[in-house]
């Protein structure tokens, strides 16, 4: 089944490299397929409950490897998982 969890990716290809937590996209294979372009911002409809969900998610971030920018831009060109195998989303 296909997921998505956060994860901090490293962007270094530019003026003043940088670091953010975004959205990571999984296909049913486990494969990476898409991320948020933008890092995302903690905000919630459910209070402080909803914002310490993100947090928790977040928490577990920082406990995988991280990403490159660079690097997944190179996968997505040599595959045909950029911007995202629609395929890989169905349940």
Request: no cysteine; glycine share 4%; net charge negative.
């Amino acid at each position: 089944m296909s997921h998505w969890d956060y994860r901090i990716i490293y962007h270094g290809e530019t003026i003043e490299p940088w670091y953010g937590v975004h959205e990571v996209y999984y296909s049913d294979k486990e494969r990476i397929v898409a991320y948020s372009e933008d890092p995302i911002s903690v905000t919630s409809e459910d209070g402080i409950e909803g914002i310490n969900w993100h947090l928790e998610k977040m928490r577990k971030a920082m406990k995988k490897s991280i990403l490159s920018a660079n690097e997944l831009s190179k996968h997505f060109a040599k595959t045909k998982d950029y911007p995202n195998n629609e395929d890989d989303f169905k349940d």
